[in-house]
């Protein structure tokens, strides 16, 4: 046998990729993201250099089953730029998901009037994108043309339908109006 496998024991695992922009921010955090998936999850982490992987293993203090789909989910989060603490909540909370769309899915749009599109969902500043965060406590992420949110099931689907409608052309004042009015009827709810 030989020795990376004596050091590394079959069991079940996961490997994330990590894109080439992410290395610099990984080496920078590794200890932020190891130590919460080591402590808090119980499970084995390395970064394999060859296959540019960070892989999780379940180790003999695991406990729970969900834990390697928690870190791998939290590393994930990390390599698409959120930030480790938002990144954190995926491993504290259970009822938090990742999802991932593009620009080109709500609508074909090229030149301009993509970079137009991509203008109105940041807004001046960045004010567009915080405001719908606030309001559907959620975070998100805009990388080019593809749009990364994190939070409950219910606040990403008005986030979702906030950020659709600004693809589609709404004015942001339009969609403040009706993403409010959303997020207020949630919270009467329950």
Not at 77 to 99: K, P, Q, S, W
Not at 138 to 145: H, N
């Amino acid at each position: 046998s030989s020795g990376i496998n004596a050091e590394w024991p079959l069991r079940p695992g996961r490997k994330v990729p990590i894109p080439p922009h992410r290395y610099t921010p990984l080496k920078e955090n590794w200890m932020k993201l190891y130590t919460p998936i080591v402590e808090q999850l119980k499970l084995q982490v390395r970064f394999n250099v060859k296959t540019r992987n960070v892989e999780l293993k379940s180790s003999p203090e695991t406990t729970d089953v969900g834990s390697i789909q928690k870190a791998a989910d939290f590393v994930r989060a990390f390599t698409l730029g959120f930030d480790i603490d938002d990144g954190l909540a995926l491993v504290r909370l259970d009822d938090l998901f990742l999802e991932t769309f593009e620009i080109s899915d709500v609508k074909t749009l090229k030149g301009d009037h993509l970079a137009r599109a991509i203008g109105r969902i940041a807004g001046k500043g960045g004010r567009t994108k915080y405001t719908i965060e606030n309001v559907t406590k959620t975070r998100i992420v805009l990388a080019d043309s593809k749009i990364h949110i994190l939070g409950s099931f219910q606040n990403m689907r008005i986030a979702r339908t906030a950020i659709c409608n600004l693809i589609l052309g709404s004015p942001p004042a339009k969609v403040y109006g009706k993403m409010r009015t959303v997020a207020s009827r949630m919270s009467e709810r329950f």
